[in-house]
Every structure is written in C-alpha cells, then in structure tokens.
C-alpha cells in the first residue's frame, strides 16, 4: 500500500516546474523578444500550468495505485490535513490547563490524534476505520479541551464552576478511552498481520528443530559391528 507523501510529491513536481520556467524565461525575453514583462508573465504561467497538470497526473495514480476514486484520494488528503490543524489547536492548550493531571491527559490525547494521523497517511485506506476520529471525536476533544481551558481561566470558581469542571474531565477522560479505541481499530489488521507471520516463523523454528531431531545418529550399542569383530578375534 503506497503512503500518502505529499512532501515527495511536492519536490517531483518543483524539479520539472522550475527548470522549465526557467528555460523559458530566457528563451521568451532574448529569443521572442517580447519584453522583460512578458516573458516573466509568461514563464510564470508556464510553471502554474505545469505544476497544477503534474499534481493532477500525481493525484490520478495515487488514487489508482490505492483503489481508490479520486474524489476518496482528495477527501482522506483534505481530513489528513485538517486533523494536522485541529491537532495543532489541541497542543496550543498544553499551558493553560492548571494541573499536572490535566497536561498529561492532553499530552496523551495528542499523541493518540498523530499516531491515528500518521497510521492514515501510511495507508490511506485505514481512514474508513477512523471515519469517526476524523468527523467527530477530534472536534469533540477540542472543543471540550477549550471550554474546560476558558473556565480553569476564571478568577473565581463557585460551586456549579467546580461540578462544571469535573464533569468536564470525567468527559475528556472518556473521550481519550474513545480515541483509544480508534487507534486499535486502524491498527487491528497490522497486528493480525505480525500474528500471522510470528506464527509462521514459529512453524518453520519448529521445522528446523524437528529436522535436527531425525538427523541425529544413534549411539554406538554391545553387538554393532566393531565390538562383534574383536570378539571374533579373540576367540
């Protein structure tokens, strides 16, 4: 399954982009002779064309080598991307929450949101076992994380404050159980896949054991050939 790389992608594009922009440039200015304005314009409108023709051709075959329409390709691209964003917004709230409980909670909300992103990326596909991930429980847990970051903030907490802040908790304790179960999820084929193959190496260790067991030879007894010879010799 070929990742999601859209940094490789990025570079593919540039290296055929600007050699040609800048091959015609010059070509336009000295060559054509149509003016240093022209040319730049033109030479400008060269790389768009190219650059956009290349990310189409790019787009189609990933999608294609994926089994995936392109209109899917697009759509996982557009929730990878905007995931990176929310979880963003997730880390900008590590120092406004007041408790040393409350900053690990987030720490490690945050670092379930990337390993779900990031095991995405890698195999697009998986992102219709995080559907729920990218379309509900990653605005969830910011959306909680900030209502419970505005109300730590108020100088003065009374009593509905306090219950409001722990219900709070309790719900983004609950939701990072939730986004625990989305990452088993995506990552429940990878480990029927090692299961798999540790079985399998398993069988050939047993194999190869078993081998070493029918090739031993067996220990020399009264009555095999040499002792049978010396007793003849002696009589």
Known sequence: MKPLKPIENFIKRQSVSLPLMTVMFPVLYLGAEIGLIASGAVAAGTYIASNSTIKQVQISSDSKNLGMTRSEYKNV????????????QLQGNYYKVRSISSFKQLMDMTKIANKIITVVQQNPRKFYLAEPFFYS???????????YTLLVGQPVKD????VALQDTREMLLSLNKVMEQDLKRVLSSDVEKLRM???YAQLAVDQHNNQKLLVQPEPEQEGDVEHDRETINSK
């Open 197 to 199: 193959e540790l079985d």
């Open 77 to 88: 691209r557009t929730q990878i991307k905007e995931g990176k964003e929310k979880i963003k």
């Open 159 to 162: 009593q509905e404050m306090r």
């Open 137 to 147: 429980h990653l605005d969830s847990a910011i959306e909680l994380t900030e209502k």
